[in-house]
């Protein structure tokens, strides 16, 4: 998919994230298993994750960031006409009711339609360029975009080389029309050959979890991590450049990029790709770890409250994941 403009120009109106009060450092998994705070920090930037308590749901941090979001829009619930909630970790298997359904009841957003979007990690970069695409064809007027997820609750505690990369967050945008600026485009890619190097294998149609699965925990995350890792440092710089480039722009252009935070170590070669200074790159991992769908809008929310990202600007987010899946999208900050 290229990028090019939608009809109407949409852009972003309002963000808010939020991550559950638990923080559980390097040390706090040091003490349940044979890692180290060095090992973590060095191979992967990760310095601290957050992890929702037991009764907390994917639903229940999405629409705390829902609420912030709204808020830092001026706008009620009613307002919205579509919620999209991206994730890999929905409240119910299949997302059966979706997560973005029960996000909806619990908002009171009645005039709402609402599903999920499962494209794991790139998750919120493909269901922000939907949401743009709903607003850009008048079919919507405002739509809710969140990522949110419970990783925590999809992860063997016992396999140390994927339990200290992920944790628990979300964060949401509400797009709707804008003048000038906005959403100037993006690109979305799949290769589903790479889908055996990540993935959640039992608990769905091709592998329905039975009680050899669950002891085998094949419920839970598989990664290849070093073919992962190779896949990721191709396609981040390489996403984000294409979708800047293919819009006449070039990545000098570029004023804050905003890259899943997966790995620091993917960061810095995605950042090298696009000829960026580090100066130029969010990146708050260290605190939050790889949050999945959640990541980019968490990160997104905290580089505006930060007051990193003004009026005028050229932001750059990008995203990858299981499938694999890869999107970037390119916005012309439109808020002010
Ligand atoms: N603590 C201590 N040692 C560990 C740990 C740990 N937590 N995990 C693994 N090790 C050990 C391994 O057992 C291995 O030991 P050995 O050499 O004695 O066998 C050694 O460390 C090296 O292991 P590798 O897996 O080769 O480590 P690598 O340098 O590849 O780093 C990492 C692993 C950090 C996971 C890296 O491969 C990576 O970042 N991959 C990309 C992951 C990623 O970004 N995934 C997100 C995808 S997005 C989504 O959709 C979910």
């Not at 001026?74 to 991206?86: K, N, R």
């Not at 949401?172 to 959403?183: C, L, N, Q, T």
């Amino acid at each position: 998919m290229s990028a090019s403009p939608p009809p109407r120009r949409a852009g972003i109106l309002g963000v808010g994230s939020y991550a559950p009060p638990q923080v559980v450092t390097n040390d706090d998994l040091a003490g349940r298993m044979d890692t180290s705070d060095e090992w973590i920090r060095s191979r992967t930037g990760i310095r601290a994750r957050r992890l929702a308590a037991p009764e907390v749901a994917t639903s229940d941090l999405a629409l705390a960031a829902a609420d912030n979001a709204l808020a830092d829009a001026g706008m009620s619930p009613s307002d919205l006409d579509l919620i999209i909630v991206a994730t890999g970790t929905p409240d119910y298997p299949g997302s059966f009711p979706s997560t973005a359904a029960v996000v909806q009841e619990a908002l009171g957003a009645k005039r709402a339609a609402a599903f999920d979007l499962g494209a794991v990690c790139a998750g919120f970069s493909y269901a922000l360029h939907v949401g743009v695409q709903m607003v850009g064809t008048g079919a919507n007027q405002n739509v809710l975009v969140v990522g949110a997820e419970t990783f925590s609750r999809i992860l063997n505690w016992e396999d140390r080389a994927t339990a200290v990369l992920f944790g628990d967050g979300a964060g949401a945008a509400v797009v709707g029309p804008v003048a000038e600026g906005g959403y100037l485009g993006g690109i979305l890619g799949a290769d589903g050959s790479g889908g055996p190097l990540l993935n959640v294998a039992a608990g769905g149609s091709r592998q329905p979890l039975t009680c050899d699965g669950l002891a085998a925990r094949a419920n839970t995350v598989y990664q290849n991590g070093r073919e992962v890792y190779k896949f990721a440092v191709k396609i981040m710089g390489e996403a984000a450049a294409q979708a800047v480039e293919s819009l006449g722009l070039s990545t000098s252009d570029v004023d804050l990029f905003i890259p899943h935070q997966a790995n620091i170590r993917i960061i810095e070669k995605a950042a090298e790709r696009m000829g960026l200074p580090m100066e130029k790159v969010f990146v708050n991992l260290d605190r939050y770890g790889n949050t999945s769908a959640a990541s980019i809008p968490l990160a997104l929310d905290e580089a505006v409250k930060a007051g990193r990202v003004r009026r005028g600007d050229l932001v750059v987010l990008v995203g990858f994941g299981a499938g694999l899946t890869w999107g970037a999208n390119v916005i012309r900050w439109s808020k002010g």
